[in-house]
């Protein structure tokens, strides 16, 4: 007995160490094919502060007035991407989820469409879009839409998925018709979830906006790709600054909202 | 109105004298009081996207006419051209490499700094950390690679650092979360047998901590190999320099292939993710 439990802790020692191993190797292994070295670690940490405090700092406010209106186009299209995004997903995810689906086959359509947009960066239908719509905050609404659509339709079909059935049950028990049993069970169910995911999707999309602007999405994300190349460092930093501040706004925001829904 | 309640409330002299009939509701069953913030986002939102859309100023027309554009642009890329398979494959692999050297880095720098951030640990110490690392957090990765290439030059390295800052600064906050959760008594009981700090942090907190730390970098992996398939757009090493540098020279097979094989990649990383979640969720 003594002597089984100490060959299966053996056993169990034995695999965590090859594990750890492989891991270790697979890392050295990566590291020497990028060319990596740990000492360019502190070497290129050191670059950063130096460019940090020479360059970046301090920010210059007078690059204020200029960054207000790409700070507005930044608050715009990441929610024109969200309740339009939503509304899409919302349609979509009603076709995707198991309980809501008129057919199996339409599930896995749907299904394998969002995992399409969701799997492919949004920075890369940037670029795509960029080519066809020409550079603008068309571009980046777009991008965002499109983004926002492959990861909210499948949480919405999850949320869908795990509505209480037995409440739909007693709703048409009672000779509710359709809309209604829409209107009295599912979407009573749906919209805390529904709620939550959005606004969460909504602090991503001012990040993710700042990323589509790179590839001429417009908002800041434009004008802080723009300032590093003309080494206006300064006015980059306060854009950086800027980009913060919505970030941490939009946090606050979204996080009483959804406290209060759930 | 139930009727046998409109009649008890008729034979009560005080209802009638008051009210009229009519506006005599019987107590509504307690409803949820209507929550300000709830309430003010359901006007905000709505009049805010109207208010975006109209200051957006899209063009309606260049909608249209590049939504054409846009189909005619995928059907120029299919089918998907295998003539540069071997660069686009080297370059995903580099992505991956990137991707595992920065968290891995990212992970090392968390799992020292975890600690010192955890405020059960070190009370002031840990708010600092804290706050340095929700401010590191906060700038996107693309932007750190953005930064890092002009600090170190262009190639993998950028990409690496960049991953790595920003993997640090995520997992520093989980890891750091997952140690205050830690049961309270765990950590009186060391200290009572007189251990020092480091005594109390491997004994006390990194046994009950490990599996955390393991499932959190697991997913900080995933969210990153999609990270670094993208930070080759600006230049940072990897298969997204494929990608943009092939839509540049108009090369749209070539780009579609590309965009193929991130999308298989980012999709079986999902899909390796969900398994392990699924496991660690049955065990």
New interface residues.
Partial sequence: MEAQWLRIRRQKRVQTVTIVVLIAALVVWSAVQTKFHVLTVFGGLGEMGKLIVNDFLPPHPEALKGLIEPALDTIYMSVVGMVVGSLISAVLAFFAAATTTPHRIVLVLVRGFASVLRNIPGLIWALMLAFAYGIGTLVGTLAIIIYSVGSLVRAYAEILEEIDQSQLEAVKATGATFPQVLGQAVLPQFIPGFVAWSLYKLELNIRASTIVGMVGGGGLGFYIQNGLKLFHFRDVSMAIILMLVLIVVTEFFTNKIREKVI | MKPELATEMANDLSYETALPLHLAEPPQPSKPRR?P??VG?AWF??L??IF??W??N??YS??AH??G??F??FAQMFPPSLVDWRPVLEAA??S???A??GT??GVAVAAVFGFLAAVNLFPRLGLLIKGVAA?VR???T??WA???I???GM????G??AI?THAGASLIKMFSQSIEEVDEGVHEAIKATGAGKLQIVFQGFLPCVITYFISWSVFRLEADI?ES??LG??GA?GI?YQ??NN?RSYLLPE?CFA?LV??VL??SV?LLSNWYKNKMNLK
């Fill in positions: 929550d913030w709830l986002a939102f709505p805010f996207f975006s859309l200051q957006l899209f063009d260049q909608l590049g939504t554009k846009m005619q642009l692999l580099q991956l490499q990137v595992l050297v891995a880095i401010f906060t700038i996107p693309l932007v953005l930064m890092f002009v600090a170190v190639g993998p390295v950028p690496i650092l790595a999609g398939a993208i757009v600006v090493g997204g990608i943009s839509m780009t965009a991130v999308f980012v999709f999902e």
